[in-house]
T-cell receptor, first 111, second 113 residues
């Protein structure tokens, strides 16, 4: 079954530094999506990358996808204390297909 | 910006009681979902719904669970007889088309005592 698995499980950085989070999965995908979750809150959609795309940007976010390695990375540049949250990758196998989430990465950005 | 809204934000219920969690998906979206997240664990898929019927469901979504779209705006999840292990955050989500961005609500915390 498809499964997003992120690493590292926890990341602590200083404000202003870049944060790189990785996600691996096991089977073919249609899309890969990254979400952010503040403690006890909902899932906020960050970015979607399709299987035929290699890189996407959105503001301070950069996502790459390597389907040959079945992996994706999320880069947050110039991090801020407000970026402190859990980050999840989620994959789907096609139209109307469920999302399969990883366990998430806890990012702490120290002011 | 349009958003998925969920009520209640938190509900405490006694084991064996029925619970209905309500959701208003984004208005022009066609696909609807329920996911749950047990404290400290992964977000897990429960069910997807399209064209007034369930399109996919997980093993978690057993006979105790049901979904309904009673009108043009609401999407509900019912748990008939709650168990302690049903305690979790339940997320409603919607998407315009299959294979598109899926937007989640803020969640409903369910605590079964």
């Amino acid at each position: 079954s498809q499964q997003g698995e992120e690493d590292p499980q926890a990341l602590s950085i200083q404000e202003g530094e870049n944060a790189t989070m990785n996600c691996s999965y096991k089977t073919s995908i249609n899309n890969l999506q990254w979400y952010r979750q503040n403690s006890g809150r909902g899932l906020v959609h960050l970015i979607l990358i399709r299987s035929n795309e290699r890189e996407k940007h959105s503001g301070r976010l950069r996502v790459t996808l390597d389907t040959s390695k079945k992996s994706s990375s999320l880069l947050i540049t110039a991090s801020r204390a407000a970026d402190t949250a859990s980050y999840f990758c989620a994959t789907d196998g096609g139209a109307n297909s469920k999302l399969t989430f990883g366990k998430g990465i806890t990012l702490s950005v120290r002011p | 910006e349009p958003e998925v809204t969920q009520t209640p934000s938190h509900q405490v219920t006694q084991m064996g009681q029925e619970v209905i969690l309500r959701c208003v998906p984004i208005s022009n979206h066609l696909y609807f979902y329920w996911y749950r997240q047990i404290l400290g664990q992964k977000v897990e898929f429960l069910v997807s719904f399209y064209n007034n019927e369930i399109s996919e469901k997980s093993e978690i979504f057993d006979d105790q669970f049901s979904v309904e779209r009673p009108d043009g705006s609401n999407f509900t999840l019912k748990i008939r007889s709650t168990k302690l292990e049903d305690s979790a955050m339940y997320f409603c989500a919607s998407s315009l088309m299959g294979g598109n961005t899926i937007y989640f609500g803020e969640g409903s915390w369910l605590t079964v005592v």
